[in-house]
């Protein structure tokens, strides 16, 4: 009896580390997938910010491109 008696012992034992294991990994998981989200947001709103830049930059080179062909001072 003493020797099944450890071997409940050592699967609840196992059971114990399958658990701990099973909740760090499932912590790790959720710290992840926040950490996922929050570079995701991050890389959203420098696109948009790079694209007003390119936006802007679209309308500086075609005014400086107008303002070259036209006269200057009414010259």
């Known amino acids: 009896m003493d020797s099944a008696q450890a071997g409940v012992g050592?699967?609840?034992s196992a059971?114990?580390?399958a658990k701990q294991q099973y909740k760090a990994l499932k912590d790790r998981y959720r710290y992840v997938k926040r950490?996922?989200?929050l570079l995701a947001a991050e890389c959203d709103a420098a696109?948009?910010?790079l694209n007003r830049l390119k936006l802007g930059k679209t309308i500086m080179i075609d005014a400086a491109k107008a303002e070259q062909g036209s006269p200057r001072g009414g010259e």
Request: charge should be negative; aromatic fraction near 0%.
């Open 10 to 12: 050592s699967a609840d």
């Open 15 to 17: 059971n114990q580390s």
């Open 35 to 37: 950490e996922n989200e």
């Open 47 to 49: 696109a948009t910010k």
